[in-house]
């Protein structure tokens, strides 16, 4: 057992030797081999829950960086060191006398977000986020080897408990799959999207799968057929090119189909062409790449809304293509991807890639860079001025991660890059905080136009000013960039600052004209007589006249007020006078504040007896038996239950991994759940009787709501009924897409 164990272990370090040897970098052997050795020591005798020896998960991840991510032999070594520190007895001060002071930077600055971005201490994840933004500002090759870390313990996941797969799936698809994004690693983005959708949805995942298995041949055809003129087409240009075909990631099919609400076979771009082709020398690369369009679209009628050039404005995270969609021969609009060998790359491996044609000398002034200091310099504004709340805080640095991008003009012709939505006010803080603090108002495109407004790719821009105008608490409800929401976020609590002393002193001054002396138990009588729990609170109501002075302050200081238990009611509550009823349920928030043991290995059968429920379905998703589902437990104890696709509850994820378990329905039919089913098609008459006839009289649903909208013969509809399960549902379904004239049926999920 042990000769096949370190058989395994050597062909692993073999096959990394080997990856590497095929590298354009440096060859650095003697350090690989010698950290390889250093980490086989360290690790000895320790074993992955899978049972296979711990060597082989840094062994992974050194190849991960190597082959996939493009990177050399610091990064290498690195991985292969990345547990050390946190696992055994050597110091980052060990790693840097053995391997010198950047790798045993890297290492350190890799120990330190071990923990997990999401710890179970609120403070503590906010603490993780900020350690790793600030190690990747330092040096990149940190966070580009936690995401190898990341990707590899994704493939590796089956070894774990459910529950603990929920949780770190979730915050893979919150966090590490939008920085390999940002970073410019499509192929290892789409994998971890991929690989966190199979864990939680393993049905969707295989029937997904099992339709692109089933149309292969299909595609095939479709791609042979399209790909054989155009190569007839670049030949005669004199090209050196490959075609190749993409087929979108499973988790973007289902992504597609859930937002756009169709069915698989409703998905028209499945798959795209792609050209990488080989510059010619002497000859603008742009150039090129519109001549090769100029071939595409010559041959097939092209969609002129769907053309993107990322060429001339390349993304956040660098890429570079030209984005067409044609009609091909088949009658299928097909998207053509259209890049150069070193855009290709790029858009594969990121930064990594960007790092190897730099340092040849190839790509100087290739826009990336800029691009990449532009988005490091945005995190650091953040940094300087983040969140009082550490889950705010998290949020502001997950907008900057993904989602589509804008290119909006200054008055000058300046071009800047924002996310999607982005409003005018998010421009002006885009500029300067200065002009984001005066800003009242906007001209796009030469128009007036509030604070409030979206801007579009192309607009041009121009920030109006005031003197007197100061951030308000409302902007915070449209403002979407990171840098807008944090300098807001900062003013507002610099101001409530200064209310606070303004309230303090108000308060001191009514105190003295009557004689008594402020001190701690003469405000936390005050705070408990106006109903709140901090000071803070009290006297900002104070400052800003929410709440008035008092005339008589010794008959509130004679008066008996509650204890710290019912203030905390009352915050709780929200209520100043709470009735017997109200102060009965805030005594079981109070006391029940506390997080209950969890048997996190148990699966929770979801259960109803005498119609009594042992859980707690919700509102965000509406599951129903048969549904996907986690369970996550309360303060109180209760189970809650939400889909494994439910958005909103992806917040529980990564923020409570310890509250949550897996769970399992019984059966149900005793209790009724929700359900809205959408309906579309060719209106007729007695088309609504026959919808009702299959609720009411073939399932005996119990229909709760219906609305029908009729336009130019087409109609659309929703129907809320009450059923058991999944079942349930998918036969009623079934039986109205049977009715004459209904074309499409599909359950809402919420």
């Known amino acids: 057992m042990k000769e096949l164990e370190d058989e395994k272990v050597q062909k692993a370090y073999e096959n990394l030797l ?56 610091t990064s290498i070594v690195a991985a292969l060191l990345h547990d050390v520190v946190e696992d055994t007895d050597y110091s980052v001060d060990d790693i840097k006398n053995l391997f010198g002071e950047k790798i045993g930077q890297i290492v350190d600055g890799l120990t330190k977000i071990s923990g997990g971005i999401f710890a179970e201490a609120v403070s503590t994840q906010a603490e993780n986020m900020r350690k790793l933004l600030l190690t990747m500002s330092e040096d990149i090759r940190v966070i580009l080897v936690k995401i190898a870390d990341r990707l590899h313990n994704m493939r590796t996941l089956g070894a774990l408990l459910p529950a603990k797969q929920y949780k770190i799936a979730g915050e893979t698809m919150f966090l590490y799959a939008p920085l390999a994004h940002r970073l410019g690693l499509f192929s290892i983005k789409s994998e971890l999207e991929d690989l966190s959708f199979k864990y939680e949805h393993p049905d969707e995942y295989k029937q997904i799968e099992q339709k692109l298995m089933a149309t292969k041949a299909n595609r095939q055809m479709i791609y042979e057929h399209f790909a054989a003129p155009l190569a007839e087409q670049l030949d005669q240009l004199g090209y050196k090119y490959k075609i190749q075909e993409r087929v979108k990631s499973i988790y973007s099919i289902w992504n597609k189909m859930k937002v756009k609400n169709v069915v698989f076979e409703d998905i028209y771009d499945i798959f795209a062409v792609r050209i990488v082709f080989e510059p010619k020398p002497d000859i603008d690369v742009k150039k090129q790449a519109w001549e090769i369009y100029s071939a595409v679209t010559d041959l097939y009628k092209p969609r002129p809304e769907r053309l993107r050039d990322w060429i001339s404005h390349p993304k956040a995270n660098g890429y570079q293509a030209l984005h067409a969609t044609v009609m091909g021969p088949d009658g299928q609009w097909i998207e053509v991807q259209i890049r150069s060998i070193q855009m290709d790359e790029i858009a594969e491996k990121g930064l990594a890639a960007h790092w190897k044609y730099k340092h040849d000398g190839i790509g100087e002034n290739f826009p990336e860079s800029n691009e990449l200091e532009h988005w490091l310099q945005r995190i650091q504004d953040i940094l300087e001025a983040p969140s009082p709340n550490a889950m705010d805080f998290l949020d502001t640095i997950k907008l900057n991660l993904y989602g589509a991008e804008i290119f909006v003009f200054t008055p000058k012709g300046e071009i800047k890059t924002l996310p999607q939505n982005a409003t005018a006010l998010d421009f002006a803080y885009e500029i300067h905080s200065n002009l984001g603090d005066k800003c009242i108002g906007a001209k796009v495109n030469h128009r007036l136009v509030p604070l409030s407004h979206k801007l579009s790719s192309g607009d041009q821009v121009e920030i109006l000013t005031s003197r007197s105008q100061s951030p308000k608490e409302e902007w915070l409800l449209f403002v979407t960039t990171a840098k807008a929401k944090t300098k807001i976020e900062s003013y507002l609590k610099k101001q409530r600052k200064a209310k606070v002393r303004e309230g303090e002193k108000m308060l001191k001054d009514a105190l003295q004209k009557a004689g008594i002396e402020m001190n701690i138990q003469v405000v936390d009588k005050f705070c408990a007589f106006y109903g709140y729990a901090k000071k803070e609170d009290l006297l900002y109501a104070f400052a800003v006249k929410k709440i008035d002075l008092p005339e008589n302050p010794q008959k509130i200081l004679r008066e008996k007020t509650e204890n710290i238990f019912v203030r905390y009611m009352k915050q709780a509550l929200n209520v100043v006078n709470p009735s017997k009823e109200e102060s009965a349920k805030a005594a079981d928030i109070v006391s029940s504040a506390y997080i209950p043991e969890i048997d996190r290995k148990k699966t929770y059968i979801l259960q109803e007896e005498d119609f009594q429920k042992n859980f707690m379905t919700q509102p965000c998703c509406n599951p129903i038996p048969g549904d996907d589902v986690f369970g996550f437990i309360r303060d109180d104890g209760r189970l809650e239950v939400h889909k494994l696709s439910c958005q909103p509850a992806l917040t529980l994820k990564t923020r409570f991994g310890n509250r949550l378990v897996s769970c399992e329905w019984a059966g149900h039919k005793t209790f009724s759940f929700p359900g809205i089913i959408e309906v579309k098609g060719i209106d007729r008459i007695g088309l609504l009787k026959d919808i009702t006839e299959v609720i009411s009289d073939d399932f005996s649903v119990n229909m709760h709501k219906l609305t029908l909208e009729s336009n130019d013969g087409l109609f659309e509809g929703r129907i809320e009924v009450f059923i058991h399960d999944v079942d349930d549902i998918n036969q009623l379904s079934s039986r109205l897409q049977k009715i004459k004239g209904i074309k499409s049926v599909s359950r809402i999920e919420k």
Do not use: T
Request: proline share 4%; net charge positive; aromatic share 8%.
């Open 18 to 73: 080997d990856s590497y040897d095929r590298s354009n970098h440096r060859k650095k052997f003697e350090i690989i081999n010698k950290a390889f050795k250093f980490a086989e020591q360290a690790h000895k005798g320790v074993k992955r829950r899978s049972g296979e020896p711990y060597i082989m998960h840094p062994l992974a991840v050194a190849l991960i960086v190597c082959e996939e991510m493009g990177l050399g032999s």
